[in-house]
């Protein structure tokens, strides 16, 4: 469900124990869910037909722990829908059905009477067990299935209803089952009807150990004693309220209470209590948690207001429960016990939120799934930002959401690298709506609409238009919103395509007006995309103005589709800001002047009137429509000027992919300025940051270190290069070099860089002798270092000749891949390969001939990174003077060429800009 930011997305990837010259963006996602890529199977599920629904179930359970199986007996009643002479239930085949029974009556008739069964048969298929019966039974009829079954509980995972041991700390071997049914498991555990629409009540009984304790959705009813056996009892549990199937949850463990229960009283005096739960010896560890439970439930039910039809909430630190997300059961909530004692918020905020917005009211169908995710993520989001400021996520919500969602959608194919992302983006960017409808509507009117749809579809389910029609109806009713508009219609803008808009405002100053015009974002070349002139957002206009500056109102100038003129705007001393705080996931460009005129301002004292997060979004829309042909490079870097004084991480943080693009995107010829650029933005801000060190500081400040330290070390910073020497040398004076590396990877690749032919030679050497007993991982960083980090060409040649011409041994085909891949990431890597390309044409094509993968790979890497003129003619005289010969590599190079003649439009275009500009500023500097 993605409550954990991780960290670099492509970095899940590729850079893991990459050299951070081959860093690709740096932009933060969260882990992807396994929830919806559940989901996306299971849109596809097949379903049971409707000629009969479920009323309500009475299950009683009897596990045996020792066995791992337990037998029970299920009563479901029914109502007919339509006459009928089957009836399918979902139950797994590995349920053992050893008798069933139908019984129906007429709603006016008293007595249930026999249905005789003709046949009971599973379809060897799907989970689907259908019953026969001799005769059809009525359409109103009610009716009660009866089911005697047995199963065995899942071992190898804790999924369905599995069993679980721990030991204690006196080495006492202790047994859980538990159940996980989320999102179709209820059927792998008793026969049901299991899709979410079905909600009914509960009954359930279990028999116990009377050492341990029972936990269900309900508390206990009565406790009753078994005659023969003295050491189990009955728990009856109360009726449940109107429930899914999946919502159904049961713990029987040696659990025991942290602290008194807390009874807690919402504002319409419903009363619930909150009740926390963990082994004995784990109770220590979870000290606390159960105030953390009070603030967020406040705050959560403070929100919704509409009181959750359960008597208690228990949430509960399950010893060795491996889920990768929480048992999100109604009034259960089952954690791992890591994840209810860390510090955050956040996930006990989703898990809470999702008692009303999963489990109260529940998505129609699992298509749906998302949009629930996408709610629930929003506001448990907000709630943790409101208890803690986000300090969780660094205070970087949504820009970890939000910059994914730039680079995603501006690509020539979104989603075509890691195809898995689509619904996980797609959560995310309705996520990003819901911020941007509680901006626009504003708070009040966000909540009553939110508040009267789960009033009105509470105990039932729910498809997005209930949501969107909800905040239209609110945002009517307030004023919120122009008559002639519809959340709805607005929200779908968004929701219908993977792609966002790009906002240009261009003023004219002497009227005083200025022209509002969307287009589709496109960052990577080639901008080919079919119609995409037609593609059209409702975008909200709020403005913020110089002349009166506030961050308050967040009310849109306008809502709008097509072009627009505002009006009565300030004059040329006065700067504008449309869509201030990300309000809308969108960027803006505006005319070069008020551009100049930001830049003014941000390097003056009242930068700070400016909150952070919208004087990132100026920075890092500057640079990347600069980088996406958009913007002249000259303004995007005059938008650098003021990270001279900036101190705030969040601004901070967009800076780094952005040197990086650009890094890749420049050829050598500017490259000894740029480094010295980014050495001069840099320095003054590692120098900060290093002033004081403490143990305790907070995480963004070390990964803000760590970061300019890294680009730094990268652009050339001599302090840095002499420490990684010094480092490093540790290592060539060990006596015995090849058992282990003392050498921290963060000074590899600096040395490798920057250092002299005679370092890097042994590195190699170590790559060579690494023995097979270590980690080959440590050798798979040191060979990407040795081909990613050097500048000069002898280095990557001596590679090249080693591990191809020689075929020395020690190398595999898979190091030929990395090393290929490893070039494409600076030009003189890739410029290196080419060379050598060519040089040795008939060598290679011969060696390569029966490898097909080996040489469409050496192919792209050595000739689709060019982004020059120079390196298309070079391209270009290679595919002449070899055509006919690149075999499976044919379409290869000639897309490679196709796409150098974009690129190279681009560097003609903003080289020489970016040169002068970086000529000026160094003559400053
Ligand atoms: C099933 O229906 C009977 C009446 O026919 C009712 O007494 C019983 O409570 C129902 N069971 C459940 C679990 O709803
Ligand atoms: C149930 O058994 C326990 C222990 O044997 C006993 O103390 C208790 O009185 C019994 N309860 C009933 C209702 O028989
Ligand atoms: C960049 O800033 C400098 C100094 O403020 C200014 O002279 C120059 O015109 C700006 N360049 C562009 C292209 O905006
Ligand atoms: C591979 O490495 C081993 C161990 O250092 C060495 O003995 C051998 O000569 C190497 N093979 C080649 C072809 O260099
Ligand atoms: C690589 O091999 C070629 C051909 O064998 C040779 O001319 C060249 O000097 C070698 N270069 C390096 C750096 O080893």
Known sequence: MGTIWLGVLACMYVCYAMPPDKMRALHIIKTRSIDLNNAYGLAMESRLEKSVEPTGYKLALEPYLEDGMFKGRIEINITVLEETESISVHCAHEIDIMESEVLHRLATE????????????????????????????????????KFYFKGNMETASTEAFFKTTYMTEQEVERTVVATQLRPNNARRMFPCFDEPAYKTPFELSVVRPRSMTALSNMPVARTENITDEPDAVWDYFERTPPMSTFTLGLIIADLKLLNDPIIYTDKNGNKITLRVWGRPEYLQTLEGVD?????????????????????????????????????DNWGLIVFKESDLSNRGYLQLAYE??????GAFTTPAWWSDAHLNKAL???LSAEVAFKINDGSEMEGKWPMTVLYSLYYEFSKRYPHSRITGMKQETASTKIELLFRMFNYTLGVDTFRNGLRSFIESRKFKTFTGDDIWNALNEAAKSSGRLPQDLDIRKLANSWIEKD????????????????????KLYLRERPHDVPDADRLRWWTPVVMVRADSLSFTNATPVAWTDTDLTLRDLPDSNNFIIVNPEEIAPFPVNYDEHNWNLLSQFLQGSDRTKIPELTRAKLLHDAWNLAYAGQLSFATALNMTLFLKEERHHLVWDPIFTMIDHIRRHICPCIDDKFRAYIRNLLTPLYKELTKEVKEDEENWKKNLRSLSKTFLC?????????EAQEQYAKWMEAPTPDEGNPVSNQFICPVFKWGTQQEWDFGLQRVINFPSSRMQSERTYLLKTLAGCPRDEAKIVKLLNITILEGNSNFTETDLFLIFSMLTGSPQGYTSLFQFLSNNWDVLKEKFSSKTNLWDSLIASATSHFTTQDGLEMVSSLYVAHQGEFASAEHIIEKSMRNIREEAKWTDTNLPVMSKWLDWYLAQN
């Open 110 to 145: 008293k007595e249930f009477k026999s249905a005789p069964v003709a046949s009971v048969s599973s379809d060897p298929k799907k989970p689907i067990l259908t019953l026969r019966l001799k005769e059809a039974i009525p359409k109103s009829s009610v009716g009660l299935l």
């Open 291 to 327: 105030d953390k439970f009070k603030r967020v439930f406040d705050e959560i039910a403070s929100f919704w207001q509409v009181s959750l039809p359960l008597r208690q909430l228990d949430i509960v630190a399950l010893p060795n429960y491996q889920g990768v997300k929480p048992a």
């Open 352 to 357: 809470i939120c999702y008692q009303w917005l």
């Open 376 to 378: 629930v993520a929003y």
């Open 499 to 518: 792609r966002l808009p790009l906002v240009t405002v261009t003023r004219k100053y002497e009227d005083k007006t200025a022209q509002v015009s969307q």
């Open 714 to 722: 990268r652009a050339g910073y001599k302090p840095c290069i002499e």
